[in-house]
C-alpha cells in the first residue's frame, strides 16, 4: 500500500487524531470549495482543519489520499433498511407489485428479528459505500418491539442514523396514538443525540376526513419532524398536499419523498412552507411514481435531497442515485426540447448540483446543516475517501465532481470516517460485524421462504411479462401477420 504510516484498525484508536494528505478535497461548504493538494485533520468528533500542508499533531494517524478525493460523508433521506433482507428480490417489480407483496401479503410476516437482520445490513453498507448519514424509513414496525429490533440494529454500526418510525399494518393514527408507541420513544431517543434522530413515517392515503391529522399533531407535540411519501402516481395526490397545508402540518423540516407527481400548486404549498424533496430516482424511474422531478422542483426553488428508497430493487450508495439523478434531469431536457425540434446546448443541471445535494441537501433537509454536509472546521467529521491506486478510473481526475458522479463507485470508497471515528480503511470495514449480519439475513430469508412456500416466493420474484407486439415492418414481406414475437427469417 501507498500509505506511509499505519495499515492496521488498531492504529484507529478512538480519539486519535486523524490527517488526510494531499487530496483532491470537496469541501461542499457554502461556496463549494475545492482544494488541491488538500489535507483535512480531525481531532475528536470534529473537522480541526481543511487547508494544504496542515500541521498535525505528533501522535496523528496519516492517510495517504495521494490521487484521491476528500469529500463530506453521503446522506440518504429516505431507505426502508427492514427491506435489504430481501435484497434484489423485487428487481422486476412494479409498484404494484410491491404494495402487493409487502402491504398486502407478506410485510407482516416480518418479525422483530427479520427487522433487526435487514437493518444490521443496510446499516453496514451504508457506511461501506460512505453513506454517513441514513434516514431509517422503517414502515415495517408492527410492533415496538419491531422498532427497538430496527434501532438495536442501528445502535450496533458505527453510522449516524434517523429513524423514522412507521407501520404499514396500521393507520397512522392508530400507531401514533399508542401508549407503547410514546413510550418507545421515551425510551429510545435523548433530545442532542446527532448519532441518531427520530422522524415519523407515513404517507397521507386516509381519505377525505383526513385522520392523519392526529398523527401530524402526535409528530408536533413530540416536535418530531414528518416525512411522507408525496407525489406518487395514483397512490399520493395533491389532495394530500392541499390537507396538510390547510392543517397546518407542511413545516421546513417536512420532508416530501418522491413529489413526482404533482401539480404547480403543490409544489407551490412546499416550496412556500420551506420543506423539501427526497429523490430516489432510481426508484422513480423503475416503479412508477412518475417522472423523477428535478426539473420542476427547480422552477419552484424547492430543496432537493437524494435517496435510494429500497435495496429490494435498487442499489444502496448514492454514485448511482447522484448518477441516475443528472442523467434523468439531462433526458427530460433533451427530449423536450427535441418535442420542439430544438437542440439542448447547455446542459442547466451540473454534476456539481448533485454533489451538493448528496451532502449538504441530505443535510440540511435533516436539520443537521449545522453539524454535517460539508468539510468546515468546527463540523463534526464525517469524512469519506474515494481513492483506489488499482482501478485504471481514478487517472487522470480532471473534473472532481463528475469524477464522483460518473465515474467513481462504491468499492472505491477508500477509507470513510462518521464522527471522528475511521469505520471504513483500506477498502475494509472497522468495527461492523458484516458476518454477524450475513448470518441473520440468512436466517430471514430461510424462514420467510418456509412462510412463503417455493411457488409464492417464485410468483413473487418473477411477476408476468406483458405480451409485446412487434409492430409490421413494410420492409420484411416474410413477416407472419398478426403473430407476436419474432419476425419471420
Ligand atoms: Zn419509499
Keep these: 500500500m501507498t500509505t506511509p504510516s499505519p495499515a492496521a484498525a488498531a492504529d484507529f484508536a478512538p480519539g486519535r487524531p486523524i490527517v488526510f494528505r494531499n487530496a483532491t478535497v470537496l469541501t461542499m461548504d457554502e461556496g463549494h470549495h475545492v482544494l488541491h493538494g488538500g489535507d483535512v485533520l480531525v481531532s475528536g468528533e470534529r473537522i480541526a482543519a481543511v487547508g494544504r500542508a496542515l500541521e498535525a499533531p505528533a501522535d496523528a494517524v496519516e492517510i495517504d489520499a495521494t490521487g484521491g478525493i476528500v469529500m463530506p460523508g453521503m446522506i440518504d433521506t429516505h431507505r426502508h433498511m427492514w427491506q435489504t433482507a430481501m435484497r434484489g428480490y423485487g428487481a422486476d417489480w412494479t409498484l404494484s407489485q410491491y404494495f402487493v407483496w409487502y402491504y398486502l401479503q407478506w410485510g407482516k410476516s416480518f418479525r422483530p428479528q427479520d427487522v433487526y437482520a435487514g437493518n444490521l445490513l443496510s446499516a453496514i453498507e451504508a457506511i461501506d459505500a460512505g453513506v454517513t448519514t441514513t434516514v431509517d424509513w422503517s414502515h415495517g414496525l408492527q410492533t415496538t418491539e419491531h422498532a427497538d429490533a430496527a434501532v438495536d440494529a442501528l445502535e450496533e454500526v458505527p453510522g449516524r442514523f434517523i429513524l423514522a418510525y412507521g407501520n404499514i399494518q396500521q393507520g397512522p393514527w392508530e400507531w401514533s396514538a399508542a401508549p407503547e408507541f410514546r413510550d418507545f420513544v421515551s425510551r429510545r431517543f435523548t433530545s442532542g443525540n446527532d448519532m441518531l434522530g427520530l422522524q415519523m413515517a407515513f404517507d397521507i392515503t386516509g381519505g377525505d376526513e383526513f385522520p392523519e391529522r392526529a398523527a401530524f399533531e402526535v409528530a408536533r407535540d413530540l416536535g418530531v419532524p414528518v416525512t411522507t411519501h408525496a407525489g406518487v402516481w395514483g397512490v399520493t395526490t395533491d389532495a394530500g ?20 407527481s404533482l401539480s404547480a400548486d403543490s409544489y407551490n404549498r412546499i416550496a412556500a412552507t420551506g420543506g423539501s424533496a427526497s429523490l430516489s430516482t432510481e426508484s422513480e424511474q ?32 448514492l454514485f448511482s442515485a447522484m448518477r441516475a439523478t443528472l442523467s434523468a434531469d439531462r433526458v427530460r431536457e433533451h427530449m423536450e426540447a427535441h418535442a420542439k425540434n430544438e437542440t439542448v446546448t447547455n446542459h442547466k443541471l451540473r454534476a456539481e448540483q448533485v454533489v451538493s445535494w448528496a451532502t449538504r441537501g441530505g443535510a440540511a433537509a435533516l436539520g443537521l446543516a449545522a453539524a454535517v454536509g460539508s468539510l468546515e472546521p468546527g463540523k463534526k467529521a464525517d469524512v469519506v475517501l474515494i481513492k483506489n491506486d488499482d482501478s485504471p478510473v481514478m487517472v487522470p481526475l480532471l473534473h ?26 483500506d477498502h475494509r470495514l472497522v468495527g461492523s460485524d458484516l458476518g454477524k449480519a450475513r448470518q441473520a439475513v440468512e436466517q430471514t430469508v430461510e424462514y420467510l421462504q418456509g412462510a412463503l412456500g417455493p411457488e409464492a416466493w417464485t410468483e413473487g420474484m418473477h411477476p408476468e411479462i406483458p405480451e409485446t407486439r412487434v409492430v409490421h415492418n413494410p420492409y420484411t414481406y416474410t413477416y407472419n401477420q398478426g403473430q407476436a414475437g419474432q419476425p419471420g427469417a
Design 241 to 260: 398536499i392541499q390537507k396538510m397545508h390547510e392543517g397546518g402540518f407542511m413545516t421546513p423540516s417536512t420532508i416530501y419523498v418522491h413529489a413526482s
Design 286 to 317: 423503475s416503479a412508477g411514481q412518475g417522472y423523477p422531478p428535478t426539473w420542476k422542483l427547480r422552477e419552484h426553488g424547492i430543496p432537493v435531497s437524494l435517496s435510494m428508497d429500497t435495496s429490494v430493487w435498487w442499489s444502496g450508495d
Design 400 to 425: 472532481p465532481y463528475g469524477h464522483v458522479v460518473f465515474q467513481a463507485q462504491r468499492a472505491d470508497v477508500h477509507t470513510v470516517v462518521v464522527n471522528g471515528r475511521v469505520v471504513k480503511y
